[in-house]
């Protein structure tokens, strides 16, 4: 069975940084991207970022220039840092892995809070 467990989400202040890790436990084959999305309240969900197999990489204009994903294929592990983080940017956090056979697993979420 895949899973995909977050852990970084908190409390930040503004103007602070994090950093956002997801494991893809269970076998997943045929990964095409990794990657992470946001939900804030009332909003519908967001691109934050993604990166492909091969390493290229998609973010979200909200976030553009204050991310940067990285993966480890080896270790299904999808990384997000963010920096110069914004109240905007309050919001669940979703890891998100697509495969082949338009396979899509989704992770639980974590809470980023981010106080101004």
């Known amino acids: 069975q895949v899973q995909l467990v977050e852990s970084g989400g908190g409390l930040v202040q503004a103007g602070g940084s994090l950093r956002l890790s997801c494991i893809a436990s269970?076998?997943?084959?045929?990964?095409?991207?990794m990657g992470w999305y946001r939900q804030a309240p009332g909003s519908q969900r967001e691109l934050v970022a993604t990166?492909?197999?091969?390493?290229?990489?998609n973010y979200g204009d909200s976030v553009k220039g204050r991310a940067t994903i990285s993966k480890d294929n080896a270790k299904n592990t999808v990384l997000l840092q963010m920096s110069g983080l914004k109240p905007e940017d309050t919001a669940v956090y979703y890891c998100?892995?697509?495969?082949?056979?338009?396979?899509?697993?989704w992770g639980q979420g974590t809470q980023v809070t981010v106080s101004s």
């Open positions: 990166i492909a197999n091969g390493g290229v990489t």
């Open positions: 269970g076998s997943i084959s045929g990964i095409r991207t």
């Open positions: 998100n892995v697509r495969a082949t056979w338009s396979r899509e697993y």
